[in-house]
């Protein structure tokens, strides 16, 4: 059987027929050519795609749903995150899908996802559009890139475990279809599709590949986290493997970029029993305000060929993007290959973790700037998942609000947050892993009071918790959190790291940090009633 008699059985299976052209694993330079001559995207300076994701300028979080069928209903956390969808509503819209693209062209792109070949699950990604190919190509582990044979061997990746089908430019009907809006991402774990729709954000391949890796990976004792990692090594020891969770602004991707040492990945990881190991093969950062000399690594990275921007300010004279422009959305991403970062490991595996590392951008300003966890405390704010929202960012927030997401990525949880928090807390214990909390967020007060933490101040208390400097300094036990807090760290003044001596109002400070910490017992009693047995 030729390629080509193999992909288009492939797709006859899936109940794509009649299709138009069928582009199958194009390359690189060949998907450039494609989107530019569909007017998908622009060329601009230095190599980088421009493009545009209309209407939908981020994940469509109450447009995800879950197909509540048999094999895995016992099995899905339920509720805000994956709201259930009647088996015959997914089988509608999807023989919809089929007769939409009949006569159509579609792109394919089979990839590997896991970095770990013990892990890796085979994954095909069919789409309408060029540069959402050159997305999974971009994002995704490539086989002939990690020695799966040449390029032109089509069966090196295996039959897909998941296909993912993207159809942006067709759009469900609420009323017929039970959906919240025109867009829709519609995850069969039973049948292994995962089916987008009405939405051209890139972001939703990834999150749903992401989704997908959440629900099969604890079957096979594997921690998924939505969390970046990087490696360095210790004088005379082995390597030190480092885990950095944390929401969107925390600072994950930026403290995990790290001149000094190798960035493994910069988002999805697993944890297995000997390694650590990067889902992808790319990086998807957000670009808004991106400089060159506070994150140079990054920048030079969404410069090249090969890199996609969405919704960045561009000059279609010039050819020139511009960071600071977010009249489109704050939101403003790039898609590159994690060869771009020149200290990075790819396919991107490593040891046992040495240090896990919470980030939290604390809006009140009571949070310190770090402290030692104990596996137990490790495991409590891994179920809080906290950051906090300050005023600007949403519509009617005009304080400081704080946001729980447990697992640090709760919309992307296929089951209950609580699978995994055991899991994180056995696999601590068992590998002797030092946790810590770094607070990225305000300090000497709340926002519009404090000061934004100093970067270079929370990268010398980082190193210096990496490094084992902070392994025999003296800690104090804060009484509001029970957080041990040390009271020196290199490079770093003694008041900063004793959030309630950079206040000027010890009542105000006091009163603060007492109403989050009621906060924090309440959602996580919460979190614990809500857990399976």
């Given at each position: 059987m030729t390629a080509s008699e193999h992909i288009h059985d492939a797709l006859h299976e899936l109940g794509l027929n009649n299709l138009e052209a069928v582009f199958w694993d194009l390359p690189t330079p060949r998907l450039y050519e494609h989107a530019i001559r569909n007017r998908e995207g622009h060329l601009a300076h230095k190599g980088a795609l421009?493009?545009?994701?209309?209407?939908?300028?981020?994940?469509?979080?109450?447009?995800?749903?879950?197909?509540?069928?048999?094999?895995?209903?016992?099995?899905?956390?339920?509720?805000?995150?994956?709201?259930p969808l009647p088996e015959d509503?997914?089988?509608?819209?999807?023989?919809?899908?089929?007769?939409y693209l009949e006569g159509q062209q579609v792109y394919v792109e089979d990839c590997l996802v896991g970095a770990?070949?013990?892990?890796?699950?085979?994954?095909?990604?069919?789409?309408?559009?060029?540069?959402?190919?050159?997305?999974?190509?971009?994002?995704?582990?490539?086989?002939?890139?990690?020695?799966?044979?040449?390029?032109?061997?089509?069966?090196?990746?295996?039959?897909?475990?998941?296909?993912?089908?993207?159809?942006?430019?067709?759009?469900?009907?609420?009323?017929?279809?039970?959906?919240?809006?025109?867009?829709?991402v519609l995850l069969h774990?039973?049948?292994?599709?995962?089916?987008?729709?009405?939405?051209?954000?890139?972001?939703?391949?990834?999150?749903?590949?992401?989704?997908?890796?959440?629900?099969?990976?604890?079957?096979?004792?594997?921690?998924?986290?939505?969390?970046?990692?990087?490696?360095?090594?210790?004088?005379g020891e082995a390597d030190d493997v480092a885990i950095f969770f944390g929401l969107s602004g925390t600072g994950k991707t930026t403290l995990s970029?790290?001149?000094?040492?190798?960035?493994?990945?910069?988002?999805?990881?697993?944890?297995?029993?000997?390694?650590?190991?990067?889902?992808e093969g790319g990086c998807y950062a957000k670009v808004a305000k991106l400089s060159k000399e506070k994150e140079p690594?990054?920048?030079?990275?969404?410069?090249?060929?090969?890199?996609?921007?969405?919704?960045?300010?561009?000059?279609?004279?010039?050819?020139?993007?511009?960071?600071?422009?977010?009249?489109?959305?704050e939101n403003t991403r790039a898609a590159y290959p994690i060869q771009a970062i020149p200290n990075a490991i790819y396919p991107g595996v490593a040891g046992q973790p040495s240090n896990i590392i919470m980030l939290t951008a604390d809006a009140f300003g009571v949070l310190p700037p770090i402290a030692k966890l104990t596996p137990e405390q490790a495991?409590?704010?891994?179920?809080?998942?906290?950051?906090?929202?300050?005023?600007?960012?949403?519509?009617?927030?005009?304080?400081?609000?704080?946001?729980?997401?447990?697992?640090?990525?709760?919309?992307?949880?296929?089951?209950?947050?609580?699978?995994?928090?055991?899991?994180?807390?056995?696999k601590i214990q068992q590998q002797q892993v030092s946790c810590w909390l770094i607070n990225t967020g305000w300090s000497g007060g709340p926002y519009g009071i404090g000061k934004r933490m100093d970067i270079d101040a929370t990268r010398a208390m980082l190193n210096a918790a990496l490094t084992g400097e902070l392994d025999d300094v003296c800690y104090r036990r804060d009484d509001i959190f029970g957080l041990s807090i040390p009271q020196s760290?290199?490079?770093?003044?003694?008041?900063?790291?004793?959030?309630?001596?950079?206040?000027?109002?010890?009542?105000?400070?006091?009163?603060?940090?007492?109403?989050?910490?009621?906060?924090?017992?309440?959602?996580?009693?919460d979190m614990l009633d809500e857990a399976p047995e």
């Open positions: 421009v493009v545009r994701t209309g209407h939908f300028t981020g994940r469509a979080v109450k447009d995800k749903f879950v197909v509540d069928e048999p094999a895995s209903h016992d099995k899905v956390w339920w509720g805000t995150f994956n709201r509503r997914f089988d509608a819209i999807y023989q919809r899908v089929c007769r770990d070949s013990q892990y890796e699950k085979p994954v095909r990604v069919i789409t309408q559009d060029a540069w959402h190919a050159l997305f999974a190509r971009t994002m995704f582990v490539r086989p002939v890139d990690i020695g799966r044979g040449p390029a032109s061997d089509k069966s090196n990746t295996g039959e897909p475990e998941f296909t993912v089908i993207h159809v942006p430019h067709f759009h469900a009907m609420p009323s017929q279809d039970g959906t919240h809006s025109e867009a829709f774990m039973g049948k292994r599709i995962a089916l987008i729709g009405g939405t051209s954000y890139a972001g939703e391949i990834k999150k749903s590949i992401f989704t997908i890796m959440n629900y099969l990976l604890p079957d096979e004792d594997v921690l998924p986290m939505h969390a970046s990692a990087n490696v360095g090594r210790k004088k970029s790290d001149p000094k040492r190798k960035l493994i990945g910069d988002d999805e990881h697993g944890w297995s029993d000997h390694d650590v190991f990067n889902f690594m990054i920048y030079e990275a969404t410069k090249r060929f090969g890199t996609i921007l969405e919704n960045v300010g561009f000059n279609v004279v010039t050819r020139r993007v511009d960071y600071d422009d977010i009249s489109l959305t495991m409590r704010y891994f179920l809080l998942g906290y950051t906090a929202k300050v005023a600007g960012t949403e519509a009617g927030i005009t304080e400081p609000e704080a946001t729980f997401s447990p697992c640090f990525g709760a919309p992307f949880m296929a089951r209950h947050p609580k699978v995994y928090a055991d899991m994180l807390g056995h760290c290199p490079g770093v003044e003694a008041q900063i790291l004793n959030p309630a001596s950079t206040w000027q109002d010890s009542v105000a400070y006091e009163k603060t940090a007492r109403q989050l910490a009621e906060q924090f017992d309440s959602r996580y009693t």
